[in-house]
């Protein structure tokens, strides 16, 4: 078959699920089928030659909206693309649309003022996840074969999760002038910290393909330049040492996640692998939180005027008061911009980050939960959701694993388990030491072999 006519069963595909799923809020019909016409008339150009794949809204694609699904920015157009959006069309890939986002990138689920609500194709009554929520969405529904996203607080892990999918965060290099908004368009900023590009893909070969094409060095930018750091590829899982996370200040996983873990803990052992237990201090884990919520705040709060400042902290610090986990000073710190606290809160992130490194350095691979349980039903006044019969603050289940290594800046891969009970999809992460994303790579494509492999949802098309 043609890659003309392979984007073409895409688009009917699309047109039939996009209205359920609001995966897609913009769609390159004319100008995907002359890319795949043309992919039929050239030799392959490299990897992803006529693969469809779609790009989180909030990348700069020219003459393409990238409004982030915020107000201010509802006509705002891009006026040249990202280079790491360059970088997949320049290995053959065909762009079919752009994929929804919240407002800001800024939550667990995809919602917002300008673009309707995106829903989970396991169950449409739940969430895909945020902030690359469309992206997943349109993956695990077969509508593309890669997404391209971006994570400062699990934005390409409980997306992933949620939807069955791989999905990678590397270690720490979200750069303010890659193509990424925020920052907001016309904003110089030279604070960029604890955000992550990566792809989303239903394999894990797929998911190095994409990998290996985005984060090619940029000499002249000086960005993702390559680090001399050993990789663990063994042959077979036996020759990886595991550590497992169960336990965040008291918080642990649902019965979904719990059993997914404990089955995952059973296999690997099966295979000949040590597994053994991480237990994360409760006075580390609080200044984990905290410092990821006040630096959040500097990140999110630099282009931001004084009023809509004010308005986030008034918003988020609503959320933060109903958990279990309180850290509305450091939000409000954050968002204050002093420079004197931010050198302050920078230096406490480089403690926190050797401690969390001296705690796993015994280990290759910590597996921890993505959020407490699968995806919820839509929930856009924040309120609690419920787990196991029980009520936990939407922060509680929605962050802790994730912003840990945000904080950090450790890489992680998510891995799908397979199904609940109830047919919704269960993921796991797999945190690595700081550029060991080959390891984490190496790793998923032996998950995968062993079985722990994307399940389609059962659409009715």
């Known amino acids: 078959m043609s890659y003309e006519q392979q984007v073409k069963e895409r688009f009917e595909r699309i047109a039939k699920l996009n209205p359920k799923l609001n995966a897609f809020v913009e769609l390159f019909h004319e100008q995907a089928l002359q890319t795949a016409r043309q992919c039929d008339q050239i030799e392959p150009r490299g990897p992803l030659h006529g693969v469809p794949i779609s790009i989180k809204e909030c990348y700069a694609l020219q003459g393409t909206a990238t409004t982030i699904n915020y107000p201010p920015l509802r006509n705002y157009r891009a006026d040249k693309t990202s280079m790491l959006v360059q970088r997949l069309i320049d290995a053959g890939a065909v762009i079919v649309g752009k994929s929804n986002v919240p407002a800001l990138l800024a939550d667990a689920q995809t919602f917002g003022p300008l673009y309707p609500t995106a829903n989970n194709p396991y169950d449409l009554s739940c969430t895909p996840g945020g902030s690359t929520g469309g992206g997943a969405a349109a993956l695990a529904a077969g509508l593309v074969d890669l997404e391209l996203g971006s994570d400062i607080g699990g934005s390409i892990r409980n997306p992933s999760h949620f939807c069955g999918l791989y999905g990678l965060k590397p270690t720490e290099n979200g750069h303010a002038h890659d193509g990424h908004i925020p920052p907001l368009p016309g904003h110089d900023v030279g604070i960029h910290m604890m955000n992550s590009t990566g792809p989303l893909a239903r394999d894990a070969v797929r998911l190095q393909q994409a990998y290996d094409i985005l984060y090619q060095p940029d000499w002249q930018q000086r960005f993702y330049l390559p680090v001399a750091c050993p990789q663990q590829q063994p042959e077979s899982l036996a020759g990886y ?40 201090d409760e006075q580390l884990a609080r200044r984990l939180l905290t410092l990821w919520v006040e630096l959040f705040g ?47 809160a920078l230096k406490e992130r480089d403690e926190v980050i050797a401690e969390v490194n001296r705690l796993y350095a015994h280990v290759d691979v910590v597996i921890s939960p993505t959020s407490l349980g699968p995806a919820f039903p ?10 196991d019969g029980e009520k936990v603050p939407y922060v ?49 494509k032996l998950l995968e072999a062993a079985g722990y492999q994307h399940t389609p949802p059962q659409l009715e098309v």
């Open 298 to 344: 500097f990140v999110m709060g630099q282009t931001l005027s004084w009023p809509v400042r004010k308005l986030i902290y008034w918003q988020y610090s609503k959320l933060l008061k109903r958990s279990s986990l309180p850290a509305t000073k450091a939000l409000r710190s954050g968002l204050g911009l002093s420079l004197k606290r931010l050198s302050a």
């Open 241 to 280: 040492r595991f550590g497992y996370l169960d336990n965040f200040m008291g918080l642990g996983a649902g019965s979904d996640v719990s059993r997914a873990m404990d089955k995952t803990i059973a296999d690997l052992r099966a295979k000949g692998a040590t597994v053994e237990k991480i237990n994360l």
């Open 378 to 387: 839509h929930n856009h006044k924040h309120e609690s959701i419920m787990l």
């Open 396 to 444: 509680d289940y929605c962050f802790p694993f994730v912003m840990l290594y945000n904080l950090t800046g450790q890489p992680v891969l998510t891995v799908p388990t397979g199904l609940n009970d109830s047919g919704l999809p269960v993921g796991l992460s797999f945190a690595a030491k700081h550029h060991q994303e080959h390891t984490l790579l190496h790793l998923g």
